[in-house]
């Protein structure tokens, strides 16, 4: 079944860049029913949506997070990436990966954060 | 963007209690929403879509419904595994917002 895994370093220096990557296994980015997403959750702001892409690679960026991200495909990898530039102690959470999963129905086209990864934690500190 | 919030933040109940969680949205999302199951050290899991949808693999005991601005999830004779924290989702207009959480112990 679908599995998705996140990867990258799980300490990152305040003002620095956070690259973290997002391997989708056992399926294919390319589908075209699927948007691909990352959220991060902290003790003190919970769950926020950061991001996500398509595989042609249109996206839909937080805005308060705007100016600082960047999410990219590769659908020659199954992969999909974030950067975050500029981190503070504030970045500091468990970032998730997720397939944010198309369910057509007769009433309209719904999205739903169906096949989540593992989390990783990132830490910002010097 | 969207506010959700939920009440109550937290909950207690027996095995066996049937519970109800609600969710308020700030301005109207239609059933562009969606619950979520989260334990500790894991991530969250899709439960309800749509409202009402009931997630693929999902026990029949949980339920949703509403629609607009207020919405609720219902979960009937509550089993030990179902103790967690639950939050809800709109996806209605990005960014898509979470609520803040509703968590439910064990009395």
């Known amino acids: 079944q679908l599995q998705l895994q996140e990867s990258g370093p799980g300490l990152v220096k305040p003002s620095e860049t956070l690259s973290l990557t997002c391997t989708v296994s056992?399926?294919?980015?390319?589908?075209?029913?699927?948007?691909w997403d990352w959220i991060r959750q902290s003790p003190g702001k919970g769950l926020e949506w950061i991001a996500n892409?398509?595989?042609?690679?249109?996206?839909y960026l937080n805005p308060s997070l705007q100016s600082r991200v960047t999410i990219s495909v590769d659908t020659s990898k199954n992969q999909f990436s974030l950067k975050l530039t500029s981190v503070t102690a504030a970045d500091t959470a468990v970032y998730y990966c997720?397939?944010?999963?198309?369910?057509?129905?007769?009433?309209?086209?719904?999205?739903?954060?169906?096949?989540w990864g593992q989390g990783t934690t990132v830490a910002v500190s010097s | 963007d969207v506010q959700l919030t939920q009440s109550p933040s937290s909950l207690s109940a027996s095995v066996g209690d049937s519970v109800t969680i609600t969710c308020r949205a700030s301005?109207?999302?239609?059933?562009?929403f969606n619950w979520y199951q989260q334990k500790p050290g894991k991530a969250p899991k899709l439960l309800i879509y749509?409202?009402?949808s009931l997630q693929t693999g999902v026990p029949s005991r949980f339920s949703g419904s509403g629609s607009e601005t207020h919405f609720t999830l219902a979960i009937n004779s509550l089993q030990p595994e179902d103790f967690a924290t639950y939050y809800c989702?709109?996806?209605?207009?990005?960014?898509?917002?979470f609520g803040q959480g509703t968590k439910l112990d064990i009395k």
């Open positions: 997720a397939r944010s999963a198309g369910f057509s129905m007769r009433r309209g086209l719904y999205f739903g954060l169906d096949v």
């Open positions: 056992g399926g294919s980015i390319s589908s075209s029913s699927s948007y």
């Open positions: 892409i398509y595989y042609s690679g249109s996206t």
């Open positions: 301005e109207t999302i239609r059933t562009y």
């Open positions: 749509a409202a009402s």
């Open positions: 989702q709109q996806t209605y207009s990005t960014p898509y917002t």
